[in-house]
T-cell receptor
Framework: ETGVTQSPTHLIKTRGQQVTLRCSSQ?????VSWYQQALGQGPQFIFQ???????GRGNFPPRFSGLQFPNYSSELNVNALELDDSALYLC????????????FGQGTRLTVV | AQRVTQPEKLLSVFKGAPVELKCNYS??????LFWYVQYSRQRLQLLLR??SRESIKGFTADLNKGETSFHLKKPFAQEEDSAMYYC????????????FGSGTKLNVKP
């Protein structure tokens, strides 16, 4: 079992609300990536953080924002939730930028009603 | 535009039969290709990457730049190979953004 932990595992929110998802990286990993996986689709890149700085962003609106903390844990914040934001949100941590996606968390299932 | 296509949503084979999971990509540049696997009730995990040229759990994948394909193969399927398989690519000089296909569910029947 890897050391990447996401919380919460499940979440139900109302349209228009805000949500914060959390990711605790594998020990020593300084890079974290966030992905959105809609039902029946592959993961879609949201953004990556390397040593607390954003290192690339996918095609997501600004209401998707993130943070990486000095201990390399990370948060994904989504404002003004829409029904289409319902998905599984995955984080993955790795030791270095060029290592690619190291270990994935179990995901947070977000349902927007 | 970058795109990864896995044409089969579901592939069913009998135990001991050969398996080929198809992956085609479009990318302007020099990509690195990967296969990820998700077993039932487990996390997504790396199966193999082209750059390593290794065989994991009997699976291999050959990058064909002419056909822009990176098919995953195994000569003799096992029941424990049943899982969801995702092909993915990233820029060879960056590795920050991965593009995933929509996945193929492999079902190995006894």
């Amino acid at each position: 079992e890897t050391g990447v932990t996401q919380s919460p595992t499940h979440l139900i929110k109302t349209r228009g609300q805000q949500v914060t998802l959390r990711c605790s990286s594998q020990s020593g990993h300084n890079t974290v990536s966030w992905y959105q996986q809609a039902l029946g689709q592959g993961p879609q890149f949201i953004f990556q953080y390397y040593r607390e700085e954003e290192n690339g962003r996918g095609n997501f609106p600004p209401r998707f924002s993130g943070l990486q903390f000095p201990n390399y844990s990370s948060e994904l914040n989504v404002n003004a939730l829409e029904l289409d934001d319902s998905a599984l949100y995955l984080c993955a941590s790795s030791l270095a930028k060029k290592q690619g996606l190291g270990f994935f968390g179990q995901g947070t299932r977000l349902t927007v009603v | 535009a970058q795109r990864v296509t896995q044409p089969e949503k579901l592939l069913s084979v009998f135990k001991g039969a050969p398996v080929e999971l198809k992956c085609n990509y479009s990318y302007s540049g020099s990509p690195e290709l990967f296969w990820y696997v998700q077993y039932s009730r487990q996390r997504l995990q790396l199966l193999l990457r082209h750059i390593s040229r290794e065989s994991i759990k009997g699976f291999t994948a050959d990058l064909n730049k002419g056909e822009t394909s990176f098919h995953l193969k195994k000569p003799f399927a096992q029941e424990e190979d049943s899982a969801m398989y995702y092909c993915a690519l990233t820029r060879g000089d960056n590795f920050n953004k991965f593009y995933f296909g929509s996945g193929t569910k492999l079902n190995v029947k006894p």
